[in-house]
C-alpha cells in the first residue's frame, strides 16, 4: 500500500520565479492538504482540496494556489517567489466525507530554497 | 484560532529513560494526532486520539478532552526515538485543518 509521494525532494528557484510541487495521494484517500514548515516551526496550514475544489484556506496570499486532479493527486503552486517562501513543503492526504474527522498522513515533503 | 502549546520545548535523556510529554489547547477539539519528525523531515504518524487512551509498544497517549489537553507517554527510550514531537488538533467541522502545537525536540543520548 503505497503511502503519500511528494516530488520534487528538493528545489531551488530564484526569487521572483514560480514552482510546482506534486503530491500523491495514499491509497484510497480522497483529500488533500498542504501545509508549509519553515525551519524551526511547526507545519502551518495553507489549504486542502476535496472533490477537485479548495474547501479551506489557511493565512496564505493568493500568490499560492492549488489545484485537485480527477485521480486525487494534486499541485501546490507558488508564484513571484520571496526568500520568506523557502521551507519544508508537506502535502497530507485523508478521507474527506462531510460530517466526520479522519486521521491525516503526511508525504516525505518537498524542501524549496529561495535564493 | 485555537492554540497548541507543548512542552517542555526541549528534553535531553539517557538511553532507557521514560518520558511525558504535554500537549495543551486553548478550546474544545474534534481531532488529535500526535506525530514523530525524523531528522529528514517525514512525520510519522502515532496516535489519532481526541479523547481516550491507546497504547502501541513502548509508546502510549491519553487525551482528556474535558480539560484540555494530551499525554504522550515514551519509556525505555532508545536513539531512534529522538527528533521533534507534535500534537495538533483539528476544531469542528467544516474546519478540518490540522493546527500544529510548538513541538517538543526529544534527544536521546546512548
Known amino acids: 500500500d503505497a503511502g503519500v509521494t511528494q516530488s520534487p525532494t528538493h528545489l531551488i528557484k530564484t526569487r521572483g520565479q514560480q514552482v510546482t510541487l506534486r503530491c500523491s495521494p495514499k491509497?484510497?484517500?480522497?483529500?488533500v492538504s498542504w501545509y508549509q514548515q519553515a525551519l524551526g516551526q511547526g507545519p502551518q496550514f495553507i489549504f486542502q482540496?476535496?472533490?477537485?475544489?479548495?474547501?479551506q484556506r489557511g493565512n496564505f496570499p493568493d500568490r499560492f494556489s492549488g489545484h485537485q486532479f480527477p485521480n486525487y493527486s494534486s499541485e501546490l503552486n507558488v508564484n513571484a517567489l520571496l526568500l520568506g517562501d523557502s521551507a519544508l513543503y508537506l502535502c497530507?492526504?485523508?478521507?474527506?466525507?462531510?460530517?466526520?474527522?479522519?486521521?491525516?498522513?503526511f508525504g516525505p515533503g518537498t524542501r524549496l530554497t529561495v535564493t | 484560532g485555537i492554540q497548541v502549546e507543548q512542552s517542555p520545548p526541549d528534553l535531553i535523556l539517557q538511553e532507557g529513560a521514560n518520558s511525558t510529554l504535554r500537549c495543551n489547547f486553548s478550546d474544545s477539539v474534534n481531532n488529535l494526532q500526535w506525530f514523530h519528525q525524523n531528522p529528514w523531515g517525514q512525520l510519522i504518524n502515532l496516535f489519532y486520539?481526541?479523547?481516550g487512551t491507546k497504547q502501541n509498544g513502548r509508546l502510549s497517549a491519553t487525551t482528556v478532552a474535558t480539560e484540555r489537553y494530551s499525554l504522550l507517554y515514551i519509556s525505555s527510550s532508545q536513539t531512534t526515538d529522538s527528533g521533534v514531537y507534535f500534537c495538533a488538533v483539528a476544531v469542528n467541522f467544516g474546519n478540518e485543518k490540522l493546527t500544529f502545537g510548538t513541538g517538543t525536540r526529544l534527544t536521546i543520548i546512548p
Open positions: 497530507a492526504s485523508s478521507l474527506g466525507r462531510r460530517g466526520a474527522f479522519y486521521e491525516q498522513y
Open positions: 486520539i481526541p479523547s
Open positions: 491509497s484510497g484517500h480522497d483529500t
Open positions: 482540496y476535496y472533490e477537485e475544489e479548495e474547501r
